[in-house]
């Protein structure tokens, strides 16, 4: 179990890293927001 949960953390962490890079190239990093990197990647802010 402890297996399965890492590897979902892993993923979910792995989704906000490349969302985030893909939203700093596209806008600047100073027009991206943790809300919007959160709502792209489809996770909680709480996540974050």
Do not use: C, N, P, W
């Amino acid at each position: 179990m402890t297996g399965r949960r890492e590897h979902k953390k892993q993923l979910v962490r792995q989704s906000l890293f490349d969302t985030a890079i893909a939203l700093f190239e596209a806008e600047g990093y100073d027009a991206v927001s943790v809300d919007r990197i959160v709502a792209e990647a489809g996770v909680a802010k709480g996540t974050f």
